[in-house]
């Protein structure tokens, strides 16, 4: 995979691991996997037609290009359900969608986690025995889907996946999975978006926190109005998401990560507060978002000590800057 990166792609790599202190074990990882240039590499292989086999997870991320001579044929969604649809066999199209976005999401996670760990292949062995379930062909049909998923979000970036999950009927009744249409999720953002340009200003990033999340139309929806705002959600946007269904938590981590926007997505109940899996998008690693939020907390815990009054005192909070400098 290595060998396929262009030097234009390896120096970028090499760049932005250095830039961003990554660990030696990750850059190299990315360097691999070809993980940060993802998008843009696999989509150049589709393009030279090379068949080149990808190991395991990586398999899953080879995704088309927007100049593929399918595209326009078909709608996307179509071709996508299509696809799906012919998966199925004896399956039923639940379980297929929940393979389809877990697989797409556990290649994502693992191609920024350190090769080899625990985790790691606790990760790859779950994609593998999942993949173990389809032929050669039908994996095939997945690696397109995802390319046309990618391709969808990239054209116009809304809840490609939620949609498909809510036209293909798969929400389960008892968890209350009816997700917001996108264009609710628009203006959602558009009412929030104030108080999101007020915190970057502040902040330097607005920090949101989305319980019971779905597939993330609401935190697509809100990418999408910075942008319309003049701010980079690529930088100036972190989200935290759970929500309890893994496919929920699957989807929104894959629309996450090819919007490229710092995120932790976690499974979680959020009544009983039971935790079950918690994992930072590709571009909270790049980003070295732990080390922000660590630092934008103790600033923010300070800010609160210093400003707030002492009960008695006359002192007035500005005075507390003063002691700040
Ligand atoms: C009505 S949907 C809304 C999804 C998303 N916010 C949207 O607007 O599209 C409710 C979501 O809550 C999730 N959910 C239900 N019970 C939950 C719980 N106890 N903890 C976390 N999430 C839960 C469901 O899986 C579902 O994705």
Same mark, same amino acid.
């Given at each position: 995979m290595c060998e396929a990166l262009d030097a234009a792609s390896k120096a970028e790599v090499e760049e932005i691991s250095s830039r961003i202190e990554l660990s030696d074990e990750i850059a190299l990882t990315f360097i691999r996997d070809g993980a940060l240039v993802l998008l843009r590499e696999q989509a150049r292989r589709k393009l030279l037609g090379s068949d080149e086999e990808l190991p395991g997870s990586a398999a899953v991320l080879t995704v088309g290009s927007? *100049? *593929?001579?399918?595209? +326009?044929?078909?709608s996307g969604y179509r071709e996508i359900v299509k696809l799906l649809a012919a998966n199925t066999g004896a399956k039923r199209m639940s379980e297929v969608f929940d393979n389809f976005v877990e697989m797409a999401a556990l290649a994502l996670r693992n191609a920024v986690d350190v090769r080899g760990s625990e985790a790691w292949e606790a990760r790859e062995g779950q994609y593998l025995q999942i993949a173990g379930r389809y032929s050669r062909t039908e994996l095939d049909r997945f690696v397109h889907a995802l390319a046309l998923v990618t391709t969808e979000m990239e054209r116009e970036p809304c809840d490609v996946l939620g949609r498909l999950y809510m036209e293909l009927e798969l929400g389960n009744e008892r968890l209350g999975q009816y997700y917001t249409p996108y264009d609710i999720a628009q203006l959602m953002a558009e009412m929030q978006i104030d108080s999101v340009v007020e915190q970057v200003q502040r902040d330097g990033f607005a920090n949101v926190y989305e319980p *019971?999340?779905?597939?993330g139309a609401f935190m697509v929806a809100l990418s999408q109005a910075m942008l319309e705002h003049g701010l980079n959600p690529q930088t100036q946007l972190h989200v935290t998401a759970e929500d309890i269904a893994p496919q929920a938590m699957h989807m929104i981590y894959v629309q996450l990560t090819l919007l490229h926007i710092p995120a932790v997505v976690r499974r979680r109940d959020?009544?009983?507060?039971?935790?079950f899996k918690s994992w930072p998008a590709p571009a909270h690693v790049l980003g070295g978002w732990g080390r922000k939020l660590r630092l934008a907390r103790a600033v923010n815990g300070s800010r609160r000590l210093i400003i707030t009054?002492?009960? +008695?005192?006359?002192?007035?909070?500005?005075d507390a800057l003063e002691v700040q400098r």
């Open positions: 927007k *100049s *593929s001579p399918e595209r +326009g044929r078909m *019971s999340c779905g597939a959020v009544l009983t507060l039971e935790a009054m002492p009960q +008695g005192t006359t002192e007035k909070p500005t």
